[in-house]
């Protein structure tokens, strides 16, 4: 079996005994024919990226920049539950839970 690529100037071929320099039946190999540049280099491949694309990719980038903990609300919220004094309303949490899921479906 052989495999003729002659645009691809690394083409492998499978030898078979009657080709002179074979190893053996079986045996892969790259002539030196087959590496010579003789072959046209292929058209260079481009990649058009779309302002929509950029914008997405810079503000994924700003997003992972911002801490993930604002710790002067958590220094806050801690101090108010040492001192007891940390309440919230069922009616907050309704709500908060409400918004959350409601923006999940827009």
């Known amino acids: 079996m052989e495999i003729n690529n ?13 080709r002179s320099g074979a190893v053996g039946k079986g045996t892969l ?11 046209k280099p292929a058209a260079a491949d481009t990649v058009n990226i779309s302002d929509r694309s950029r914008l997405i ?27 007891g004094t940390y309440s919230v ?8 839970i409400i918004k959350k899921s409601i923006s999940g479906m827009i």
């Open 6 to 18: 002659t645009n691809n100037p690394f083409a492998i071929k499978k030898n078979d005994t009657s």
């Open 29 to 39: 190999s790259i002539s030196s024919a087959e590496t010579t540049s003789e072959a």
């Open 57 to 83: 990719a810079k503000a994924t980038e700003l997003s992972q920049l911002a801490p993930d903990v604002r710790s002067e609300r958590v220094a806050d919220i801690t101090a108010r539950l040492a001192a």
């Open 89 to 96: 309303s069922s009616r907050d949490v309704a709500d908060s």
